[in-house]
């Protein structure tokens, strides 16, 4: 999925919500309490249910433009990558993208199936997500 969006907010604010929301993740997850500037290559593990857990590793992370997190299960590879480029004092543009590596014939047959159901919600959720930090400026 590839998704590009104009915003009318600051390119700064808009990286700064991101690493906030990485950094309460990150403390919801494994009770640690990290600073933006340990995040680059920082890896933890996730747990989404009793059975269903995640290694999250954070790839890129350059302050204001960049920040790239790959998630990896039994089944599944993602990597998620926000782009951010700074149009003015007041605007910016976001890239997000997000690829997926399915792990076996019968995964990857469910995962086009299912995935391509579920792009139009991921897109549709993931443009409701960025009019709500939009607002929130």
């Known amino acids: ?3 590009t969006r104009e915003l009318n907010i600051p ?8 690493i906030d929301s990485v950094i309460y993740d990150i403390f919801k997850a494994t009770g640690e309490t990290v600073s933006k500037d340990q995040l680059d ?3 933890y593990v996730k747990e989404f249910s009793k059975n269903n857990r ?3 590793k954070i790839e ?3 302050p204001n433009e960049a920040y790239y997190f790959r998630t990896s299960t039994t089944r599944n590879d993602f ?3 926000y782009e951010i480029v700074c149009l003015s004092d007041t605007s910016c543009q976001v890239k997000y993208q997000e690829t997926m590596k399915s792990f076996g014939v019968l995964q990857q047959l469910n995962d086009l199936v299912i995935g391509t159901l579920l792009m139009y919600l991921k897109k549709r959720q993931f443009k ?3 009019g709500l930090i939009e607002q929130s400026y």
């Open 1 to 3: 999925m590839e998704l």
């Open 11 to 18: 390119g700064t604010y808009f990286y700064q919500k991101i």
């Open 41 to 43: 290559g920082y890896e």
């Open 54 to 56: 995640a290694k999250i």
């Open 60 to 62: 890129k992370v350059v």
């Open 79 to 81: 990597l998620v990558q």
């Open 128 to 130: 409701r997500m960025l």
